[in-house]
């Protein structure tokens, strides 16, 4: 199990599949996390869990990205969106959960989303989730600012969530790009 997670995040961090993967099922592709080198990597992994979590340099948790696989794992999506959106729900003051269609997945069962909390009529947090249910795997991407992050700075990070995709090397019509 942990050598399909090694596979998978090299996949992660080269950016996308190719023709030499020992791996041949599904795999998760993020063609922009090239974006993250210069901040700080926090892992956590076991049998049937990774975590990556990056931290920009200087923001503490402030500003996080994390992506997170559960191996053999089936979620039902929208109930872990209601969990996920009710800290927020229940600590904020106005709290916004807004639907965004993601331009690339196809085939497999997905939330894409955005919340924006507010205390005292200011933003405090928002956040950009992606969730898929592969046929493997559950996949989790989030984007995390404890602050209100400024409208080209959102429009960059879901530009880049918006590139992630899930392919299969493994099926007869599989889905991987190849360079």
């Avoid at 998978?8 to 974006?35: D, H, K, M, R, W």
């Avoid at 600012?145 to 392919?167: G, M, N, R, S, V």
């Amino acid at each position: 199990m942990r050598v399909i997670f090694a596979v998978i995040f090299s996949y992660l961090l080269s950016a996308c599949a190719s023709q030499n993967t020992p791996y041949q099922g599904e795999n998760l592709v993020i063609p922009s996390i090239q974006v993250l080198k210069s901040w700080q990597l926090f892992q956590k992994q076991d049998d049937t869990y990774r975590s990556n979590m990056w931290q920009k340099k200087g923001q503490r948790w402030a500003d996080t990205f994390a992506v997170s696989i559960y191996a053999q794992h089936q979620e039902n999506l929208q109930q872990k969106r209601t969990e996920l959106d009710a800290p927020g729900k229940s600590h904020c003051q106005a709290f916004q959960s807004i639907d965004m269609q993601h331009p690339k997945i196809q085939n497999v069962a997905y939330e894409y989303w955005q919340t924006r909390c507010e205390m005292n009529g200011k933003v405090v947090a928002r956040m950009i989730h992606l969730m898929m249910q592969g046929q493997e795997s559950f996949y989790h991407i989030q984007k995390v600012w404890a602050f209100d992050a400024q409208e080209p700075q959102f429009l960059y990070w879901k530009e880049q969530i918006d590139d992630t995709f899930l392919c299969n090397l493994g099926a007869s019509n599989h889905t991987c790009p190849m360079e």
